[in-house]
């Protein structure tokens, strides 16, 4: 039987590879997305715009929950795996 579907579901066989493409980007999207390095630049970057004067304190600190939000998803482990987007 599996010989008798691949044969039938060949003419699918790029849109098949093209999913799987797509999942491996946008896995490495989130991977990127949620690592604590990528997020403790941006905290970096956050602050430093504070200082100069570009953002208000409210505004710093509704970013900030999110960053933070974001890393601890990171050093969770639900980067990469789809857990990331499942809120």
Do not use: C, H, K, N
């Not at 599996?2 to 797509?22: C, D, H, K, N």
């Amino acid at each position: 039987m599996g010989l008798i579907s691949e044969v039938l579901l060949l003419p699918f066989a790029p849109a098949r590879g093209s999913s799987w493409a797509i999942r491996q980007v946008l896995r490495e999207a989130e991977r990127i997305y949620y690592d604590p390095a990528t997020v403790r630049a941006e905290l970096a970057r956050l602050e430093e715009r504070l200082e100069a004067g570009e953002i208000t304190e409210e505004e710093f600190d509704r970013q900030e929950d999110e960053l933070l939000d974001r890393m601890e998803i990171g050093l969770r482990g639900g980067a990469g795996t789809g857990e990331g987007t499942a809120r």
